[in-house]
């Protein structure tokens, strides 16, 4: 039942049109439909015979199992066709016998006639002129042919009046069943697509998923911000939100992957485009450079880049011109602050060759050995190669998965074409999944409100030739004695001590 329900969340917009749709559909039927009025008229069945109680008790019976017979007559052709002869009705016997319906009311010897038509005192006089030739036929059918008069009498209790207001349509009960069944198409419609639904919802089925064929460990999960676009880093614009403390989970979480021989030249990939592997990388090296050390992020992406884009950086001198050898690697360096950026440069025409060449190749290891982490944005492996061109230069791919977008089939695929040439995957990570489940998951967030925002993770300089020592770099700001930070659910004092540390050593425990 949890698992409906949470289908029924989630599909929660669809439901809601639909039920919409249903009661606009009940509103217009109701509107656009001609009114018609039903005029009732009661009959009282009696036998004429009968002189002590036995016979009256007889009679009754007689009576009362009569009348069940006697409502299948009201709509034959012997009524209906006297009628319309009788009123000059413009409609044939047929469809006056389609408007007519008789009830027998159970032990009783009372029958109800009842016309149907469009207009109510024609209504009346139709149900009437049914009543006293429904009478006449049945003392007819009930005569033996040596008898003078019919032991069985009918008598018109109620004549049939004008009906005052309308039988159909009825707004209420057209708008109730509208809306029914446009919440019952919603479930159904919820059910349908979530059953054919292949794509990876949640962090517990990419790692059963993954888990299923042996695949690598899932090293964390983060939550979707609307917000990404204009703030894109989140550990500086939401240093306690969800957002940034998945990114401190994913950079504990690395650590463990490998204790003995720790990776440090990780590539950042996904399936397919439009995953967000650019707005990973980018956080993940500012949560590597948040613990001091020295991070360098690569755009590598030479088929469409956006890391200079999205930290608004020069454009033109990158990666690309390195590998040509237009420039040397600490010339076309650029800094955000707390970790350098080697842009991608021109988009080349041949990317392929230029990821898999002896160039990058030393690029890449000169960046090793000078800083203590190198995070390089990778091309996605689906649509083309340059991914996998680069596996013999990197210690290990970082495959992002974006949820509800990248489907199981296609996270098998992006997994298998690593493992084909001789790729190390470290592990996965789940990105934009929502934030109610995010929270949820983990049982506390926090609420960060700055006293002083802190300046300078975007001071730019540009092609200075500046090469951040091998040391270390300035982390990002963290809270001081001046910033007010509260956390609901566990809260874990900060006591003089950067949170980046807090979580860390949460994590491991």
Request: aromatic share 4%.
């Given at each position: 039942?949890?698992?409906?329900?949470?289908?029924?969340?989630?599909?929660?917009?669809?439901?809601?049109?639909?039920?919409?749709?249903?009661?606009?559909?009940?509103?217009?039927?109701?509107?656009?439909?001609?009114?018609?009025?039903?005029?009732?008229?009661?009959?009282?069945?009696?036998?004429?015979?009968?002189?002590?109680?036995?016979?009256?008790?007889?009679?009754?019976?007689?009576?009362?199992?009569?009348?069940?017979?006697?409502?299948?007559?009201?709509?034959?052709?012997?009524?209906?066709?006297?009628?319309?002869?009788?009123?000059?009705?413009?409609?044939?016997?047929?469809?006056?016998?389609?408007?007519?319906?008789?009830?027998?009311?159970?032990?009783?010897?009372?029958?109800?006639?009842?016309?149907?038509?469009?207009?109510?005192?024609?209504?009346?006089?139709?149900?009437?002129?049914?009543?006293?030739?429904?009478?006449?036929?049945?003392?007819?059918?009930?005569?033996?042919?040596?008898?003078?008069?019919?032991?069985?009498?009918?008598?018109?209790?109620?004549p049939a009046s004008v009906p005052s207001v309308p039988f159909s349509p009825r707004p209420a009960v057209n708008l109730a069943i509208g809306l029914m069944a446009g919440l019952a198409l919603g479930a159904g419609f919820a059910v349908a697509r979530e059953s054919m639904d292949r794509s990876v919802r949640s962090l517990q089925s990419l790692t059963e998923?993954?888990?299923?064929?042996?695949?690598?460990?899932?090293?964390?999960?983060?939550?979707?911000?609307?917000?990404?676009?204009?703030?894109?880093?989140?550990?500086?614009?939401?240093?306690?939100?969800l957002r940034a403390e998945g990114f401190r989970r994913l950079r504990t979480s690395l650590r463990f992957v490998d204790v003995d021989q720790p990776p440090k030249v990780i590539a950042v990939t996904s399936p397919l485009p439009r995953e967000g592997k650019t707005s990973v990388a980018i956080n993940l090296a500012a949560a590597l450079a948040e613990t001091?050390?020295?991070?360098?992020?690569?755009?590598?992406?030479?088929?469409?880049?956006?890391?200079?884009?999205?930290?608004?950086?020069?454009?033109?001198?990158?990666?690309?011109?390195?590998?040509?050898?237009?420039?040397?690697?600490?010339?076309?360096?650029?800094?955000?602050?707390?970790?350098?950026?080697l842009t991608s440069g021109s988009v080349p025409p041949n990317p392929t060759e230029l990821l898999g060449s002896d160039q990058l190749r030393s690029v890449l290891r000169s960046l090793a050995d000078k800083f203590d982490h190198v995070v390089v944005d990778t091309p996605p492996v689906l649509p083309v190669a340059d991914a996998s061109a680069i596996a013999?230069?990197?210690?290990?791919?970082?495959?992002?998965?974006?949820?509800?977008?990248?489907?199981?089939?296609?996270?098998?695929?992006?997994?298998?074409?690593?493992?084909?040439?001789?790729?190390?995957?470290?592990?996965?990570?789940?990105?934009?999944?929502?934030?109610?489940?995010?929270?949820?998951?983990?049982?506390?967030?926090?609420?960060?409100?700055?006293?002083?925002?802190?300046?300078?993770?975007?001071?730019?300089?540009?092609?200075?030739?500046?090469?951040?020592?091998?040391?270390?770099?300035?982390?990002?700001?963290?809270?001081?004695?001046?910033?007010?930070?509260?956390?609901?659910?566990?809260?874990?004092?900060?006591?003089?001590?950067?949170?980046?540390?807090?979580?860390?050593?949460?994590?491991?425990?």
């Amino acid at each position: 039942m949890r698992d409906y329900l949470r289908v029924l969340s989630r599909r929660w917009r669809a439901i809601t049109v639909l039920a919409l749709l249903g009661t606009a559909v009940g509103a217009l039927i109701t509107y656009t439909a001609n009114p018609e009025y039903r005029a009732t008229a009661k009959l009282f069945v009696s036998v004429r015979e009968g002189s002590d109680t036995l016979q009256l008790a007889q009679g009754n019976v007689f009576t009362q199992a009569r009348v069940r017979s006697y409502a299948e007559v009201a709509a034959s052709p012997m009524v209906s066709r006297h009628v319309v002869e009788t009123l000059g009705l413009d409609m044939t016997p047929s469809q006056l016998s389609r408007r007519i319906s008789a009830t027998a009311q159970p032990d009783t010897v009372l029958l109800r006639l009842t016309v149907t038509d469009t207009r109510p005192e024609r209504a009346a006089r139709i149900s009437n002129a049914v009543a006293e030739r429904f009478a006449e036929v049945v003392r007819g059918l009930e005569r033996p042919d040596d008898a003078r008069t019919s032991p069985v009498r009918l008598s018109i209790t109620q004549p049939a009046s004008v009906p005052s207001v309308p039988f159909s349509p009825r707004p209420a009960v057209n708008l109730a069943i509208g809306l029914m069944a446009g919440l019952a198409l919603g479930a159904g419609f919820a059910v349908a697509r979530e059953s054919m639904d292949r794509s990876v919802r949640s962090l517990q089925s990419l790692t059963e998923l993954l888990a299923g064929f042996g695949g690598p460990p899932v090293l964390g999960s983060v939550a979707h911000d609307p917000r990404t676009t204009r703030h894109p880093v989140a550990l500086l614009d939401d240093l306690h939100g969800l957002r940034a403390e998945g990114f401190r989970r994913l950079r504990t979480s690395l650590r463990f992957v490998d204790v003995d021989q720790p990776p440090k030249v990780i590539a950042v990939t996904s399936p397919l485009p439009r995953e967000g592997k650019t707005s990973v990388a980018i956080n993940l090296a500012a949560a590597l450079a948040e613990t001091g050390a020295s991070v360098c992020l690569v755009d590598a992406d030479l088929r469409r880049p956006s890391t200079a884009r999205v930290l608004g950086l020069v454009r033109d001198a990158g990666l690309t011109t390195v590998l040509i050898g237009q420039a040397e690697v600490h010339q076309v360096l650029q800094s955000v602050g707390s970790f350098s950026v080697l842009t991608s440069g021109s988009v080349p025409p041949n990317p392929t060759e230029l990821l898999g060449s002896d160039q990058l190749r030393s690029v890449l290891r000169s960046l090793a050995d000078k800083f203590d982490h190198v995070v390089v944005d990778t091309p996605p492996v689906l649509p083309v190669a340059d991914a996998s061109a680069i596996a013999t230069v990197v210690d290990g791919y970082l495959v992002v998965v974006r949820a509800s977008r990248t489907s199981r089939d296609q996270v098998g695929a992006a997994l298998r074409t690593l493992q084909q040439v001789g790729a190390s995957v470290l592990g996965t990570v789940l990105n934009m999944t929502s934030s109610k489940e995010e929270g949820s998951t983990y049982g506390y967030a926090y609420e960060y409100r700055p006293q002083h925002r802190t300046a300078g993770l975007f001071s730019k300089r540009r092609g200075s030739g500046h090469m951040p020592p091998a040391g270390g770099a300035p982390a990002l700001p963290t809270p001081g004695g001046e910033q007010d930070a509260r956390a609901t659910g566990t809260q874990e004092a900060l006591d003089g001590e950067p949170h980046s540390m807090t979580a860390d050593r949460s994590a491991q425990r």
